[in-house]
């Protein structure tokens, strides 16, 4: 095992690392922007490491400034995070050619995963289902009507570089294609430097389902089963959930299967997700690979009682999975409220600003993610993820009443938090009877006047 790991984020993942390190008996060095000088995870960690100013740019953005880091702390690995550059490929190639083993899969293989046509290839050759589209990227407009009139319109034009719901175009008829093209490239170009694109089948009122698998060095893989991320607003995650809620065990076990599969022919090593659309029917389809540790972790660490964290280590220290496939077994359900400082009276706007009280809920089947206390200011510099509220019990039912009752003892004073969202959310009849979709909680929750729906 390594006896020092630097840890390349902040906030609560952080500290999530920076815990998995002291019960591996790993030192952990944390490194912080000026603005998080006052952060409580810099007093867990071993020692600390000032990398810049508050901007990601100048500190968590900062590559050469992170192995300078590394090389005055003397570490032997870095554990990205998620965010910042945990999904950089050359960030992961210059941690290894300075001699530091990069937590989380070969560079290779994130840069294939970045690239989601390349992503959708593999998954093709693992027989992973797709949505029907363009093989690869569309190069001329009139072979994008050419299949747009094969697979039917709606389609959605998607940025190859993409992912997250970026660089997405809806496109309803042939009329405007290619002016959608024109505009889906340009975006591309300006968000990703690449203005590759591709199309794909518009599918209506998705469920967002994925899969967390395990690989180790060895080639020994397998899936820690589903997590149900619907409820999203703007491509902002809200509430996370495992198993998936109401998809028949038939169909989950397919979706992890797929995603082995998919994790074999990629080369995939460390911990990685694959996402799917899953429509009304329980048809899936892949979409893309995140490869790094997932904010919605947690879930499915409480239903399936791995530290995934801890393995990430495990297996970039070249240890093997210590577990078979048929020893992942599922017990009860998790549920994951994200609690975020934004005022969702203005649109959700960011609501940064010094925590002036603070109640931690506990009891039975409830865990606390967040690195906030009293005193603590919400810089601005970041996104606005103040903790995660996460509950487990033996039913969906019984987490869900486990949730309300957290919900109503978390109490944050000082900044606007999407708690009240999430406690209307969870006493929805569509949330509890699971009849929601991607769109649901902008069209049903948080009906327009703020804008577009998302497609
Ligand atoms: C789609 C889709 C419908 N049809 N692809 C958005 C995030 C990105 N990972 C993929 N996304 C979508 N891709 C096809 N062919 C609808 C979405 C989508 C969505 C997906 C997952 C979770 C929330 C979403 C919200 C809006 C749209």
Known sequence: MFPRILVANRGEIALRVIRACKELGVEAVAVYSQADRDAMYLKVADRAICIGKGPSTDSYLNIPRIIAAAEVADVQAIHPGYGFLSENPGFAEVCGASGFEFIGPPHEAIRKMGLKTEAKEIAAEAKVPCVPGSEGVVTSDTQALRLARQIGFPVLIKAAAGGGG????ICRDEAHLAEALQMARNEAEAAFKNASVYIEKFIDRPRHVEVQILADKSGHIVHCWDRDCTLQRRHQKLIEESPA?????QVRQRLGESAVRLARVAGYVNAGTCEFLVDADHN???IEVNARIQVEHPVTEMVTGIDLVKQQIRIAAGEPLPFNQDEIVLR????????????????FRPSPGRITALRIPGGPGVRWDSHIQVGYVVPP???SLLGKLIVHAPTRDEALATMRRALDELAI?????TIPLHKRILRHPDFL?????????????LPPRSGPPSP
Not at 413 to 417: L, R, S
């Open 433 to 445: 009877t699971n009849h929601v979709d991607t769109t649901w909680v902008e069209r049903v929750l």
């Open 166 to 169: 970026k660089g997405m175009r």
């Open 413 to 417: 004073e000082g900044v606007q938090t």
């Open 332 to 347: 009860g359900h998790s549920i994951q409220c994200r609690i975020n400082s934004e005022d969702p009276d203005h649109d």
């Open 284 to 286: 899936f389809y892949f």
């Open 245 to 249: 809620p109401t998809l028949p065990l």
């Open 381 to 383: 510099y970041y996104d």
